[in-house]
């Protein structure tokens, strides 16, 4: 889906020179659930932006659907790529039926299979009874389900997450992730998720690139070889899991 | 899931009466001249004895003014703020010049303007679209400015163009800035209406004030203000209404 080369971005923030990342290449695979993982602040939003194309890369180039970028991704090809924000970024003034009309007005997707993907959607992600209600009268926990099913209501072939869960609460996360990851499987779609939970990261990913704390060493990644058979709450008794936890841990 | 404002009709109501009664009294036993503070009952009375003829033709004339400013106003109100919005020069150039207009007392400038325009009472309303304007820019414009960045993130993640991403994102997120805008518009039109009629002329409310009180009416001068502070009342909770219904999502 995408293959990343030699990809550089840097910030001017106060006169200070911010590397976000420098010389990286990696390549994302069609429909494998991607993550990036790092601490804070080491750039991972910023990858995550180009790959959505709303930021442009200093240097190197860009692969994405068969076709090489070295400007960033243009923004007709947006309507490819779903994005889910970190604070669900609803419009407040549009219910929730409204919000998931809001890209597909934009777009230009008229009809009715898309308006029936409204509420497919909807349905997936189990908030069909809440389509006229305002975001103001949401749980936190509901307001990201509806980020989620804006994402995909455009039939796009990418999802990409910037720390989808870490708004919530630790229940709602736990419950939320679950069903995300069966949104997953059900869709065959390529994700990226961006996280700072380790835990999240093994739990959901076929592969992370982890992101040291030091802007010097270059990001890895890692193959999160435990079948997605065992992907659940059982997972953390899996020896498997706490190898990888550990390695990934200590390259944090 | 809406709030609803119990008994915020009666209170207001409950102490207006109490005041009404109080003012009654007060009048009565200190023996206050009419020709100074009339009793409430009296200026009742002159106001439902005097109404239709002397008062109701002046109230349509001055709501037809009000009314006309507003009508007018407001949207060129508005279409000077989605112009302004665009160009950051324009803004500031013109700011301080909208302020210094907003800001003057109209009755000063009314009779300049009378100069220029002349006595004649259709005109009138010009200057009160001069005061409605400005307001409703201000507050528009603050309203199209002050769009968080994560709507316009929204919005550039869509690759909507410059007029989607007004019309669906700048426009709406401005809406509780432009009521703000409308309902004081409202206020200050009703104000340089009553204004103009104070200074010249002799057709409506503004101007029956002054005619009472030369004739020394006192009763009918505080009927036609309380006319004028009903008008301003109940022009502004249309206004308050109106933004209730359509600006449901701020509490």
Known sequence: MYTISDLSKEYVVNKNKIVAFKNISFDIRQKEFFCIMGPSGSGKSSLLKTLFGIEKPDSGYIVFDGIKYEDGIPSSEFKKIGYVYQNDNLLPWRSVEGNLKLPLEVFGLKGEEWLSRVTEMLKLVGLYEYK??????????????????????????????????????????????????????????????????????????????????????????????IPFEDRNA???????YKELRSELQQFV | ?????????????????????????????LKISPTVLPTPSSIAVALFVNFRQDILPHLLWTLRIIGLGLVIGIPVGLLLAAIFSQFDILIAATTPLILILVTTPLITIVPLFMLWVGFNPGLRFIIIVIQVVPIVLLNTLSGFLKVPKKYIELSK???????????????????????????????FSTIATISTEFVGGNIGLGYRVVYFSSMLETELVYAVIICIGLVGFILYQLASMLERRIVTWVI
Not at chain 1, 234 to 240: M, P, S, V
Request: glycine share 4%; charged share 20%; with cysteine.
């Open chain 1, 132 to 225: 006229d209600a305002l975001p103001r009268e949401l749980s936190g926990g509901m307001k990201q389900r509806v980020g989620i099913a804006r994402a995909l209501v455009y039939n796009p072939e990418v999802v990409l997450m910037d720390q989808p869960f870490s708004a919530l609460d630790a229940i709602t996360r736990n419950i939320i992730v679950n069903e995300f990851i069966l949104i997953w499987k059900k869709t065959k779609k390529t994700f990226v998720m961006v996280t700072n939970d380790l835990h999240e990261a093994i739990l959901c990913g076929s592969r992370v690139l982890v992101f040291s704390k030091e802007a010097a060493v270059k990001p890895k990644i890692i193959e999160i070889d």
């Open chain 2, 157 to 187: 993640g869509y690759g909507a163009t410059k007029f989607q991403t007004f019309m669906k994102v700048i426009f709406p997120n401005a809406l509780p800035q432009v009521f703000t805008g409308i309902k004081l518009g409202c206020i």
């Open chain 2, 1 to 29: 899931m809406k709030v609803k404002k119990s008994n915020s009709f009666l209170a207001p109501f409950i102490v207006l009466v109490v005041i009404v009664c109080v003012l009654e009294l007060l009048v009565r036993l």
């Open chain 1, 234 to 240: 059982d997972i953390i008794f899996d020896k498997r």
